[in-house]
T-cell receptor, first 111, second 114 residues
Framework: SQQGEEDPQALSIQEGENATMNCSYK?????LQWYRQNSGRGLVHLIL?????REKHSGRLRVTLDTSKKSSSLLITASRAADTASYFC???????????FGKGTRLHILP | ETGVTQSPTHLIKTRGQQVTLRCSSQ?????VSWYQQALGQGPQFIFQ???????GRGNFPPRFSGLQFPNYSSELNVNALELDDSALYLC?????????????FGPGTRLTVL
């Protein structure tokens, strides 16, 4: 079963706009990670945020974590065509330490 | 590129056959995790190996088995293939088995079962 659920399932925006994706999960976690996947290839790790952190930045990426609401968001600022990909959140559950992925958000950047 | 390699890239099998997929970890990594990703879905955890021992398993039947070798490379074996086994199989290596360590993914093996 999948612990994380991304929202929206698909998102199309104009190049240069900001893209926001959300992730909700069910059980207590140690940390949450965001990954990117291009066209059914391997996943690329973007950012990890620990349960005691609320916000983290990496270049054009901003991730927030609200453990009281069991949710996280990924913001990509000034989107580029190369950002077109699927984005997954993955949670590391406290109960068993195993990483569980959501179903992903498919992001399409329009020229 | 992450330094994690997988072989083969693509594979076509028929129902009932057996398949072995291979993964070479990134240098210095002692943990390998395997995932199954069906089309349009997120990766599903199959199992993890740490220092040649299975260190956790997802909801997959026993016909999914694995090995990790002394050089930390790994194999995923699937017996009695079923149509629903068609998927992208991903391996990921990390320095340690704790979830807080970043996982580095290989490009995957796409398995088609006819």
């Amino acid at each position: 079963s999948q612990q994380g659920e991304e929202d929206p399932q698909a998102l199309s925006i104009q190049e240069g706009e900001n893209a926001t994706m959300n992730c909700s999960y069910k059980t207590s976690i140690n940390n949450l990670q965001w990954y990117r996947q291009n066209s059914g290839r391997g996943l690329v790790h973007l950012i990890l945020i620990r349960s005691n952190e609320r916000e983290k930045h990496s270049g054009r990426l901003r991730v927030t974590l609200d453990t009281s609401k069991k949710s996280s968001s990924l913001l990509i600022t000034a989107s580029r065509a190369a950002d077109t990909a699927s984005y997954f959140c993955a949670t590391d559950a406290k109960r068993d330490d195993k990483i569980i992925f959501g179903k992903g958000t498919r992001l399409h950047i329009l020229p | 590129e992450t330094g994690v390699t997988q072989s083969p890239t693509h594979l076509i099998k028929t129902r009932g056959q057996q398949v072995t997929l291979r993964c070479s970890s990134q240098s210095g990594h002692n943990t390998v995790s395997w995932y199954q990703q069906a089309l349009g879905q997120g990766p599903q955890f199959i199992f993890q190996y740490y220092r040649e021992e299975e260190n956790g398993r997802g909801n997959f039947p026993p016909r999914f088995s694995g090995l990790q070798f002394p050089n930390y490379s790994s194999e995923l074996n699937v017996n009695a293939l079923e149509l629903d086994d068609s998927a992208l199989y991903l391996c990921a290596s990390s320095f340690d088995f704790a979830g807080g360590e970043e996982q580095f993914f290989g490009p995957g093996t796409r398995l088609t079962v006819l």
